[in-house]
């Protein structure tokens, strides 16, 4: 079987797919598993993945302007089946599905913009779950190709032994405990909304003073590790690491004995690499985007109203009167208690 695979946004979308694509391809050894990205970053998370056979990275804007679907077209009618992976609640994803005229479209309808967002164009689907994992929610697809997995398997990036020593050149020697830290999120859809206070990250840091932490951010970050830098008041041992490409940061975060991160990319980058994680939430659903297959502790609040946001093209909207209350309330107290629980070894493996 020909099968192709739709693009996603997001980097911790596209390592939730991967526990997919590996069942896949190790119960369906004779198909032609091809993935087709639309942003550098992705792309290169999925680099030398074994579980694919051709990866494509398609530079034009899809997203924006549909009518640069019409490049696409020499895709149609190679594929028997197309896969739109979960989160891809988008016009332009299932008008590509349509468009490529595989006899099976697969994928699924969404509580929230289903119709709007022409999700009635596949022909194979299932409708979304609040009280499953996104890694959970690809596997379900693949029940359509007759698949089945007791056993679903860790998220992956595949990196060179290169790529491997590469990170290695950014740790300072140390015997103290190393702490790699993502303040920051994407911007994209008004996401900075999930961001914890950078003021609690500073206090955090203080009170770790016996580790070493490593500050990661990339080009929707700017300022944020200088701003929790100028607020520290304690001796602790801080390097900032920006602006690498995502496979050498991933090379960097291995090196690391535990993350702390916001609701990003970088924190399913964490997990994918086997370093456990403190993630914070507040807005998302971590039952959905929680650190998969690593040791973890999630942070978040009691408060009624989050999770508030679902996957449509809409940006992230708190409609409460106290803005993003939901991540303001948690103190840094509790994420210092998470911290401590995990590096002595005592925190939860889940899914």
């Known amino acids: 079987m020909n099968i192709i695979i739709l693009p996603l946004y997001g980097i911790g979308d596209v390592l939730m797919t991967t526990p997919a694509l590996k069942i896949l391809k190790e119960q369906m050894r004779d198909s032609r598993v091809t993935c087709l990205c639309i942003f550098q970053n992705t792309y290169d998370v999925l680099k030398n993945n074994p579980d694919i056979d051709s990866l494509v990275l398609f530079t034009s804007n899809v997203t924006k302007d549909l009518r640069t679907l019409r490049s696409l077209y020499s895709l149609r009618g190679r594929f028997d089946c197309s896969i739109n992976f979960y989160p891809s609640n988008r016009t332009q994803y299932n008008m590509l599905a349509y468009l490529i005229g595989a006899k099976k479209r697969i994928g699924h309808r969404y509580l929230h913009r289903d119709m709007l967002e022409l999700n009635f164009l596949k022909n194979h689907t299932v409708i979304e779950s609040m009280k499953l994992h996104n890694v959970e929610e690809n596997v379900r697809l693949l029940e359509f190709l007759g698949l089945k997995s007791d056993n679903i398997p860790p998220m992956k990036i595949y990196l060179t032994l290169e790529e491997v020593n590469k990170g290695k050149e950014y740790i300072r020697s140390s015997s103290r405990r190393k702490i790699g830290v993502h303040a920051g999120t994407s911007v994209f859809k008004a996401h900075a909304g999930k961001r ?81 994680v403190v993630a914070i939430f507040g807005p998302t659903n971590p039952g959905s985007l929680r650190p998969w297959g690593i040791r973890h502790k999630v942070i978040r609040t009691d408060l009624p ?28 107290d509790t994420v210092y208690a998470a911290v401590c629980e995990l590096l002595n070894q005592q925190g939860e493996t889940s899914g």
């Open 196 to 276: 914890w206070p950078l003021d609690n990250f500073a206090e955090l840091i203080d009170h770790l003073d016996d580790c070493d932490f490593y500050l990661f951010g990339g080009p929707d970050d700017k300022n944020v590790n200088e701003t929790i830098v100028r607020n520290l008041r304690g001796s602790g041992t801080v390097f900032k690491i920006e602006g690498l490409p995502i496979r050498i940061a991933a090379s960097v975060i291995k090196n690391m004995d535990l993350f702390i991160s916001n609701d990003s990319g970088l924190m399913h980058l964490a997990a994918a690499v086997g370093v456990p």
């Open 305 to 332: 109203c989050p999770p508030c946001f679902y996957y449509s093209p809409n940006p992230l909207e708190c409609k409460s009167e106290d803005k993003f209350r939901c991540l303001k309330d948690l103190p840094p």
